[in-house]
């Protein structure tokens, strides 16, 4: 699936997804400025149609742009990552780590411990499908896959 398919199943349902109003290129510029991360084009299409959302699930959450802005990891770090979606208030959360533009290469990834991350994904949509299927804790789920032996990423 691409992300254009995510938004449309966000969209469609049945789900537990509760979307946000959409993000403008006001907040998209303002958040650049601020962090200066270049969100990648599958971030800012899917920003573009919810800024976040929450889902009933364990109180899942993409993580809105400006509450990304306030988090100290992004505006303190200087080696182009934050975290973009958390699940029970914070208790765990999943980060990006983007290129130099909007069409670099980026990962997405768990953080296993304040050394480690774990690699899952070149793919917003692959991680929103992922938890569109299973959710966090099911079967091919976001737990599951941070369970699957993935590789480190290099800090």
Request: hydrophobic share 35%; net charge negative.
């Amino acid at each position: 699936m691409n992300i254009e398919q995510i938004i449309a199943r966000i969209k469609n349902g049945p789900n537990d997804i509760t979307p946000y109003p959409a993000a403008i290129q006001q907040l998209f510029d303002t958040f650049e400025a601020k962090t200066r991360l270049v969100l990648p084009r599958d971030f800012k299409c899917f920003y573009s149609f919810s800024n976040g959302f929450q889902s009933d699930e364990d109180l899942f959450r993409i993580i809105p742009l400006e509450e990304i802005m306030d988090d100290w990891s992004c505006t303190t770090k200087t080696n182009n990552q934050c975290y973009f979606a958390e699940y029970l208030i914070y208790s765990d959360l999943w980060g990006v780590e983007v290129g130099l533009d909007e069409s670099s290469p980026y990962s997405i990834f768990y953080p296993d411990s304040e050394e480690r991350k774990l690699f899952m994904t070149h793919s917003l949509a692959e991680f929103l499908e992922r938890f569109l299927l299973a959710g966090i804790y099911g079967t091919g789920g976001l737990y599951d896959w941070s369970n699957d032996s993935l590789p480190l990423l290099k800090s």
